[in-house]
Structure formats: C-alpha cells, structure tokens
C-alpha cells in the first residue's frame, strides 16, 4: 500500500511538473498574447493541480493534507477568474488578436499582419 | 533523483520561462500574464520546497502568496482601466 501511494505520488509529481514546463513553453513560444493565454491556463490548472495533488499523497499528518486542499481549492477559484479578467481588459482596452488574413473578429477589425 | 528533486527543477524552470516573457512580452497584457503565472509557479515551488527541506510550515507561505499574487493582478487590472486605486465604479 506504501509503494502504490509512494509511486502515485511520483507519478502524479512528474507529471505536473511535466505540464509546468509544457505551459512554461507555450508562455514562450506563442505568436501572440491570446495564444500564450493558453500556456499559462495550461499551467494554472493542470500544472498546479497535478503537483498539489501528488503532495498530498505525500507522508505527512492531515493538517498538511488540509492545508494543501486549501490552496489546491483556492488556485481552482481565482486562476480562471485572473484569467477572465486579463483577458477581459485587453479586449476592452482594444488590444486586437492576430487572426489570419481571411478572418475577422465580429466588430469588422483584424489584424492583418502575421 | 526523487520525484520531489523533479517537480522542484521544473517549477523553477518555468519560473524561469515566466520572466523570460514578462522581459521580452512586446506589450504590457504579456507581462501582467507572466508574472501572473510566475506567482502561481512561485506557489507551487515554495510547497514543494516545503517537502524537500521537511518542513510542513511553508505550506502556510503557499497559501499566503496565492492570496497575493491574485489580488495584486486583479489590482494592477484595476488600475489600468481606471487609472486610480481607489476609484469606484462609474
């Protein structure tokens, strides 16, 4: 029982530290700000949530556990509503995403560079 | 290595790519995304210290900084919008 919950949690560790450095890359590599929207959301909810949960099956007392639920809960809270925030304001503040040539957002405006 | 050694490299790693965007980001909403998620990485790499020096109080750090980081966002939001902190809605 000791060795699955010790390989789960190894599992489950690197495996969100896998998705970390896949959204740490998106955040990189992607043309544009609503694209590297998604390397970060990557990051905000998979990574976070894969490392908290491979802690938990950590050997440690259950205020730990409890204390890891906490943030795991409140990442799941305000990481989507940064995000819809962020976006939000830049699409307000008139910040334009890169569409392609033929594309054009419902306002009639599109950016035509690439 | 251990899994912990693991998650630890990679969530600094990625602390790493977060700067790297939020010094390049050609425009302001990059860099506000990037420290964002610099936060968050800073979350996860701080509980994940706390497990590899054995000490369960940095958890408590954790939770602190997720606090942080999400209303420092949501108020850098607000000031760009209306210019002004302490503004309410009009």
Not at chain 2, 5 to 15: D, E, K, P, R, Y
Not at chain 2, 18 to 41: E, H, K, M, Q, Y
Not at chain 2, 76 to 88: D, E, H
């Amino acid at each position: 029982m000791e060795v699955l919950r010790e390989a789960l949690s190894g599992l489950l560790l690197v495996s969100g530290a896998a998705f970390c450095l896949i959204g740490g890359l998106g955040l990189i590599r992607l043309p544009e700000f609503y694209a590297r929207m998604h390397g970060a959301g990557i990051l905000d909810t998979l990574g976070a949530a894969l490392v908290l949960v491979g802690l938990m099956l950590q050997p440690a007392e259950w205020t730990v556990v409890v204390k890891l639920m906490v943030i795991l809960f409140f990442l799941q809270i305000t990481s989507p509503t940064a995000a819809h925030a962020l976006i939000h304001a830049a699409y307000t503040a008139g910040h334009e995403p890169q569409l392609a040539d033929d594309v054009h957002t419902s306002d009639g405006e599109g950016s035509d560079d690439r | 290595m251990s899994s912990l050694l693991v998650a630890m490299w990679a969530v600094l790693v990625t602390m790493g790519m977060a700067l790297l965007r939020a010094a390049r980001g050609p425009s302001a909403w990059d860099r506000i995304l990037s420290v964002n998620s610099f936060g968050t990485a800073t979350v996860l790499f701080i509980a994940v210290l706390g497990y590899v020096n054995d000490r369960p109080d940095f958890l408590d750090l954790a939770l602190l900084y997720a606090l942080l980081n999400f209303i420092g966002t949501i108020a850098i939001l607000k000031f760009f919008k209306v210019g002004n902190l302490a503004a309410g809605e009009d």
